[in-house]
């Protein structure tokens, strides 16, 4: 049962509960900070909108032989992979913003707007996860013993 704190409000510090009230402070600073690397990525050449506009025609790299095909091959491959880098990098200091914006306050007051945000993306990250994993996994070597990874909604089994 939780201690109530001296006024009758709240629940008391313990010993053995860990200080978790972060000052609001510092989160609002910490928000800003998010903000700001945001804002800065959407300005830069890393944006997502401007690496998707950042091509090269396959014709650049020569024609009529093995090599520049597979170069063009390589780019196309590489550049994929940043634009998918430069999107979930933008959207998780999104999410970050709003996480910390719904901490800073209370949790109740998270607007539908952003819950829907905030579960787009993490499904959308967690849809990139499997992708790759997908791609990547061995194949014919499944580990039965091996963890699965959750689904996000819980710490898991050992609370870690």
Known sequence: ????????G???????????????????EFKKRVDRLLTDLDKSDAAHG??????????????NFPEA?????AYELVHGRLQLLSRTLGEQ??????TVGAADGDYQTVDHEHAQRLKAIQ???QNYYE????????????KPDAPKTGDGKSSGHDGM
Request: aromatic share 2%; charged share 20%; no cysteine.
């Open 1 to 8: 049962m939780a201690e109530l704190a001296p006024d009758g």
């Open 10 to 28: 709240g629940s008391a510090k313990s010993p053995s509960s860990p200080d978790l009230d972060a000052p609001t402070e510092s989160l609002q």
């Open 50 to 63: 401007k690496i998707s506009q950042q091509t090269v025609t396959t014709a650049a790299y020569g024609q």
């Open 69 to 73: 095909m597979s170069l063009a091959s």
């Open 93 to 98: 200091l999104e999410a970050m913003g709003i």
């Open 123 to 125: 499904e959308r990250t």
């Open 131 to 142: 992708q790759y994993q997908k791609e990547h996994e061995p194949k014919g070597h499944d």
